[in-house]
């Protein structure tokens, strides 16, 4: 674990002496892999001149999971799965700066989501040892243990106020509870409570004003049916809108401008090889689904006209995307995946 302190403050330091000081509002990102993987920051996804890259070396025991940036500022989550664990760490994509979000680096810690702000970040930490829900600063590290249950297995931040809201379970069979409260986890009330299915997969539409999240069945079977449901965030006016795929854990995205819903369906919902890339219209409740079988789930651009995605080919990543507005599905990019955007101003 140690080894990849190293090898990412390698990677930063090589990042940053190819990013130009004066940055866009928002860069384009996405990994390549292959012979030499690496973070690749573009100006546009057209662009085929990279704006700054480096190599990304995957530290001993481990693997690379996500990079999750945040949804301001120059920070994103750098999320590993390794041999003891998950293990989150910070890049800055502004200095040579990695931070481990433990005094021990060894600890296990799974990313959550991030503050609106991006300076801090919300993980499960010791999840095999004492799990515990906390909140940590990305810059001073300071960790505060939240008074969540340990049972919590999703967590999703409100734009609009800062909010939580988290899912918790206490074992197959024991069904599923959404509970909200302040960024800090007080005052904590219960906003729906199921005790047949299992809630997850939350998301708070950009406005914070509704929440869209999957719900599956109870029990162990391994790539489960289900079903997209949308309410308002107090938890009222809760609908069903179209069943889903649940056993692959992609989370449905809102569009940036809270019209649209990208998720993964299925075309038969028993079948669960027959997944999908779909689109709801909240407007009129019109489905399309692409004949599109993500590896992850769907990012939108900024300005709603795209979605991109990763796809698999002869055993390697590819990454595309979908033009809205006339259909059009392109490849961008071979053994490339995770794209997003930093929203650096």
Same mark, same amino acid.
């Given at each position: 674990?140690?080894?990849?302190?190293?090898?990412?403050n390698?990677?930063?330091?090589?990042?940053?002496?190819c990013v130009?000081t004066?940055?866009p509002?928002a860069l384009?990102?996405y990994?390549?892999?292959g012979a030499?993987?690496a973070?690749?920051?573009?100006?546009? #996804?057209?662009?085929?001149?990279?704006?700054?890259q480096?190599p990304l070396?995957?530290?001993?025991?481990?693997s690379f999971?996500?990079l999750?940036?945040?949804?301001?500022?120059p %920070?994103a989550?750098?999320e590993?799965q390794?041999?003891t664990?998950s293990?989150t760490?910070?890049?800055?994509?502004?200095s040579p700066k990695i931070?481990f %979000?433990?005094?021990?680096?060894s600890?296990?810690?799974?990313?959550?989501?991030? =503050?609106p702000?991006?300076?801090?970040?919300?993980l499960?930490?010791?999840a095999?040892?004492?799990?515990q829900i906390?909140?940590?600063e990305?810059?001073s590290?300071?960790?505060?243990v939240?008074?969540?249950?340990p049972?919590?297995?999703?967590?999703?931040v409100?734009?609009?106020?800062?909010?939580?809201?988290?899912?918790?379970?206490?074992?197959?069979?024991?069904?599923?509870q959404?509970?909200?409260?302040?960024?800090?986890?007080?005052?904590?009330?219960?906003?729906?409570s199921?005790?047949?299915t299992?809630?997850?997969?939350?998301?708070?539409?950009?406005d914070g004003?509704?929440?869209a999240?999957i719900?599956?069945p109870?029990?162990?079977? =391994? %790539? #489960?049916?289900?079903?997209?449901?949308?309410a308002?965030?107090?938890?009222?006016?809760v609908h069903?809108t179209?069943s889903a795929d649940a056993?692959?854990?992609?989370?449905?995205?809102?569009s940036?401008?809270?019209?649209?819903?990208?998720?993964?369906?299925?075309?038969s919902?028993?079948d #669960?090889?027959?997944?999908?890339?779909?689109?709801?219209t909240?407007?009129?409740?019109q489905?399309?689904t692409?004949?599109i079988? #993500?590896?992850? =789930?769907p990012?939108?651009?900024?300005?709603?006209s795209?979605l991109y995605?990763?796809?698999a080919s002869?055993?390697?990543?590819?990454?595309?995307?979908?033009?809205i507005?006339?259909?059009?599905?392109?490849?961008?990019?071979d053994d490339?995946?995770?794209?997003?955007?930093?929203?650096?101003k």
């Amino acid at each position: 674990m140690r080894h990849s302190l190293l090898t990412i403050n390698y990677l930063l330091i090589l990042l940053a002496s190819c990013v130009p000081t004066s940055s866009p509002a928002a860069l384009f990102f996405y990994i390549r892999q292959g012979a030499a993987p690496a973070l690749v920051l573009l100006q546009s #996804p057209d662009s085929r001149q990279p704006f700054g890259q480096a190599p990304l070396t995957s530290p001993p025991g481990c693997s690379f999971w996500s990079l999750t940036p945040a949804p301001l500022g120059p %920070l994103a989550a750098l999320e590993w799965q390794c041999d003891t664990g998950s293990l989150t760490q910070v890049v800055n994509i502004d200095s040579p700066k990695i931070s481990f %979000l433990s005094d021990d680096p060894s600890l296990d810690s799974h990313f959550l989501a991030w =503050s609106p702000d991006g300076k801090s970040l919300y993980l499960k930490v010791g999840a095999f040892s004492n799990p515990q829900i906390v909140r940590v600063e990305a810059e001073s590290r300071r960790m505060v243990v939240l008074s969540l249950s340990p049972n919590t297995y999703n967590l999703t931040v409100s734009p609009a106020d800062g909010s939580l809201l988290w899912a918790l379970t206490g074992g197959i069979g024991s069904g599923s509870q959404l509970w909200v409260s302040d960024a800090d986890g007080a005052t904590p009330r219960m906003l729906l409570s199921d005790s047949a299915t299992i809630l997850g997969l939350m998301r708070y539409s950009p406005d914070g004003k509704h929440i869209a999240a999957i719900r599956l069945p109870d029990d162990s079977s =391994s %790539l #489960p049916p289900g079903e997209l449901w949308v309410a308002d965030s107090d938890g009222k006016n809760v609908h069903l809108t179209a069943s889903a795929d649940a056993g692959r854990g992609m989370f449905p995205v809102w569009s940036p401008d809270g019209e649209k819903i990208a998720y993964i369906g299925r075309t038969s919902p028993n079948d #669960p090889s027959s997944i999908n890339l779909s689109i709801l219209t909240l407007s009129d409740f019109q489905l399309s689904t692409l004949d599109i079988q #993500p590896l992850s =789930s769907p990012v939108w651009s900024p300005d709603n006209s795209r979605l991109y995605f990763t796809l698999a080919s002869d055993g390697k990543m590819e990454l595309w995307f979908y033009e809205i507005s006339t259909g059009k599905t392109q490849k961008l990019f071979d053994d490339a995946c995770c794209a997003g955007w930093m929203k650096n101003k």
